[in-house]
């Protein structure tokens, strides 16, 4: 089985990364994005689009689709919230011929929460798990904090749920997204305590293309239980994001 994860940047890269889903779709069983919008129109403020579940829905005709929303404050691009008409969040596609469920969506955000180490603006933070035959796949895009890829209060919570809500579901694990942290942190040591953190084992040097200019190279991840057999774990250069995709082929 294949899956492919991929934060799409809202698709800012049009042309380029409908053709990779176009041409991965013909071998990829599950497909797992973050950073996807629905039920608009045009472009928001920066370039992406409004509409980016209903334009991989139609490049995948023979996927059944999922969708999990971001938090309140998930989007933090546009100058008005009065300018969003649109959602925006995680989506997973799975192909047709598998068995398949919705198991579980979270916002791993609560504005009721006073953290004593930030007080400054979250986004993003969600999680979106569906089962795959066997297979538990957690698609999850972690807390985003002022561009903090370090340990936090809430990113260390972050953890701790994300890890417990993928255990309650029966079947083998498969965590992968975009976790808004750094390898050496705790928030991710939990996750390489437990299962086996394939972006260390096969010593993926960037998760972040060459149209992501800043100097911190790591921010997706791939998780599995250990008893999964990988046939093979890849994240190839291409500029279709300010991310890079993550292809896991496993039985």
């Given at each position: 089985m294949k899956l492919i994860s991929l934060n799409t940047?809202?698709?800012?890269?049009?042309?380029?990364?409908?053709?990779?889903?176009?041409?991965?779709?013909?071998?990829?069983?599950?497909?797992?994005?973050?950073?996807?919008?629905?039920g608009?129109?045009?472009?928001?403020?920066?370039?992406?689009?409004?509409?980016?579940?209903?334009?991989?829905?139609?490049?995948?005709?023979?996927?059944?689709?999922?969708?999990?929303?971001?938090?309140?404050?998930?989007?933090?691009?546009?100058?008005?919230?009065n300018e969003i008409?649109?959602?925006?969040?995680?989506?997973c596609f799975v192909?047709?011929?598998?068995n398949q469920s919705l198991a579980k969506t979270i916002n791993l955000h609560n504005p009721e929460i006073k953290w004593g180490d930030y007080s400054g603006r979250f986004a993003a933070g969600s999680?979106?798990?569906?089962s795959v035959e066997n297979y538990v796949i957690t698609n999850i895009h972690g807390l985003w904090q002022g561009s903090i890829k370090t340990d936090t209060e809430a990113k260390l919570e972050q953890s701790k749920k994300i890890i417990e809500l993928t255990e309650s579901i029966s079947g083998k694990k498969i965590i992968c997204g975009d976790?808004?942290?750094?390898?050496?942190?705790q928030s991710?040591?939990?996750?390489?305590?437990?299962?086996?953190?394939?972006?260390?084992?096969?010593?993926?040097?960037?998760?972040r293309s060459a149209l992501y200019t800043k100097s911190l190279r790591y921010s997706d991840y791939?998780?599995?239980?250990?008893?999964?057999?990988?046939?093979?774990?890849?994240?190839?250069?291409?500029?279709?994001?300010?991310?890079?995709?993550?292809?896991l082929d496993f039985e």
């Open positions: 940047w809202g698709c800012r890269v049009t042309e380029p990364i409908f053709d990779f889903i176009k041409k991965y779709s013909e071998d990829t069983d599950i497909f797992c994005f973050q950073e996807v919008s629905k608009g129109k045009d472009k928001t403020d920066k370039g992406e689009l409004k509409d980016v579940y209903e334009k991989i829905s139609a490049t995948l005709p023979n996927y059944t689709g999922y969708f999990c929303e971001y938090g309140e404050e998930g989007h933090y691009y546009e100058k008005s919230r008409d649109f959602r925006f969040g995680l989506a192909r047709k011929n598998l999680v979106l798990i569906i976790f808004n942290l750094l390898p050496d942190t991710i040591q939990m996750f390489s305590n437990k299962y086996r953190d394939l972006i260390q084992e096969y010593k993926i040097d960037s998760t791939v998780f599995t239980d250990k008893d999964i057999i990988v046939k093979s774990f890849s994240v190839p250069d291409m500029e279709i994001s300010d991310h890079l995709p993550l292809f």
